[in-house]
């Protein structure tokens, strides 16, 4: 079993849409966690950073950290297709350095 | 400020042959992580430096390895190449652990 679990997708949503992206995982020492997205044959891009449980939001994202569940989620407001990415999740075990331990990633597809 | 690069953006090899890639930090960054990404396997952490010194380490055989110089720019080698290191290899930087990450573009490592 991996430490973080995140369906690959493919998910294909109108424009417009509330996106939903979720992971899961299985060490509670687990305590930083991020979003990056990825466009095809680009490296990663930090969208959010938390580390408390609860939302943070900036623009149309909005992370949940649920760490009683061990489940984070990234929501996206109106989406557009220049979301169309690969949307990872990524974890650092606090005291563990900068080891990030990634999902596998959720390829997402906005359509006009 | 300029953002992490990388060097070279592609490469192919042979089998057996060894390579080395470089990573240039964003400015003031004194740590450097690197990743393999595979669409097997997704992103694997290979290792980090921080101040010259390897901090932590992930499950890669020891043909993987690396370096990083005093002005925090890094280097990773992998000799004796094998058709399964073809990937992309990411670098990432952060001004100290725990802190944010910002990846480079990659190198794309093709393997024949």
């Known amino acids: 079993q991996k430490e973080v679990e995140q369906d690959p997708g493919p998910l294909s949503v109108p424009e417009g849409a509330i996106v939903s992206l979720n992971c899961t995982y299985s060490?509670?020492?687990?305590?930083?966690f991020m979003w990056y997205r990825q466009y095809s044959r680009k490296g990663p891009e930090l969208l959010m950073y938390t580390y408390s449980s609860g939302n943070k939001e900036d623009g149309r994202f909005t992370a949940q950290v649920d760490k009683s569940s061990k489940y984070i989620s990234l929501f996206i407001r109106d989406s557009q297709p220049s979301d169309s990415a690969t949307y990872l999740c990524a974890m650092i075990i606090t005291g563990g350095g900068n080891k990030l331990t990634f999902g596998t990633g959720t390829q997402l597809k906005v359509e006009l | 400020k300029a953002g992490v690069t990388q060097t070279p953006r592609y490469l192919i090899k042979t089998r057996g042959q060894q390579v080395t890639l470089s990573c240039s930090p964003i400015?003031?960054?004194?740590?450097v992580s690197w990743y393999q990404q595979t669409p097997g396997q997704g992103l694997q952490f290979l290792f980090e430096y921080f101040s010259e010194t390897q901090r932590n380490k992930g499950n890669f055989p020891g043909r993987f390895s690396g370096r990083q110089f005093s002005n925090s720019r890094s280097e990773m080698n992998v000799s004796t190449l094998e058709l399964g290191d073809s990937a992309l290899y990411l670098c990432?930087?952060?001004?100290?652990?725990?802190?944010?990450?910002?990846f480079g573009p990659g190198t794309r490592l093709l393997v024949l």
């Open positions: 400015s003031g960054h004194r740590s």
């Open positions: 060490n509670s020492a687990f305590q930083y």
């Open positions: 990432a930087s952060s001004f100290d652990q725990e802190e944010t990450q910002y």
